[in-house]
């Protein structure tokens, strides 16, 4: 599982940048790359990419505790694998991360 807790941590790194400057480019509230929107889409897919980051963090804390039965270890790493499915078609996706159900 650490190789797909890295995975994600670096595809929310680009997601978060790519969001904001992306959007910077031109929003489409505006049509126009000179002027300033004020949408709040960067804000709100940064805040998406920190609470994501955060639930990462809970779920890797529940896979290290003693406390969790091999069940409750099994649903955690399913759990990240479906954080990781919006990068399913990317050529460097382990084929093994794939939740096809
Ligand atoms: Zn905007």
């Known amino acids: 599982m650490r190789d797909v807790i890295g995975y994600l941590r670096t595809r929310l790194d680009e997601l978060e940048?790519?969001?904001?400057?992306?959007?910077r480019a031109v929003c489409a509230t505006t049509g126009n790359a000179h002027a300033v929107c004020d949408c709040g889409y960067p804000g709100l897919v940064s805040a998406d990419v920190r609470a994501r980051r955060e639930l990462i963090e809970e779920l890797v804390d529940w896979l290290e505790s003693e406390d969790t039965s091999d069940r409750g270890r099994g649903?955690?790493?399913?759990?990240l694998l479906l954080l990781a499915q919006p990068w399913a078609q990317r050529s460097d996706f382990d084929p093994y991360w794939r939740i096809d159900d």
């Open 75 to 79: 649903r955690t790493n399913r759990a």
């Open 17 to 23: 940048t790519q969001a904001v400057h992306l959007h």
